[in-house]
């Protein structure tokens, strides 16, 4: 019986609006979400106001992603098709960006391995 470390672990990549790919577990992302404008430190989802990590008014999309100290926060998305991928552990390398980030190698696509919880604190704060 194969183990999901075999597998892989199900896996999308989300092109940002800052240039960089970031991949993550499928079970992170609750939605993608098509946004007319993007200009202030939230985005309304079914009807609630959820913060934008970095707003980028070039942004058409954003990803929806489950939080830890917000239930829900907002990435947004370049204009590229998101893609599901399986990560698995030999395309983890032993390179880390400038902001000592992991990165993976995915259809030859260098794609950031983000700390949620870091980018959730630096989240725009209500109030």
Not at 2 to 27: F, H, Y
Not at 67 to 82: I, M, T
Not at 87 to 96: H, N
């Amino acid at each position: 019986m194969e183990t999901q470390a075999d597998n892989g672990v199900p896996s999308v990549l989300l092109p940002r609006a800052d240039g960089t790919t970031w991949v993550l577990p499928l079970n992170c992302l609750a939605e993608v979400i098509a946004v007319p404008e993007l200009s202030s430190q939230t985005v309304v989802w079914r009807g609630e106001p959820i913060p934008v990590l970095g707003p980028a008014q070039s942004a058409r999309a954003c990803a929806v992603l489950r939080g830890q100290d917000v239930r829900y926060w907002a990435l947004p998305l370049a204009p590229l098709p998101l893609v599901y991928r399986r990560l698995t552990a030999d395309q983890l390398t032993d390179e880390l960006t400038e902001d000592a980030v992991p990165v993976a190698v995915i259809d030859e696509r260098r794609c950031q391995v983000p700390d949620l919880l870091a980018a959730e604190s630096d989240l725009p704060r209500a109030g």
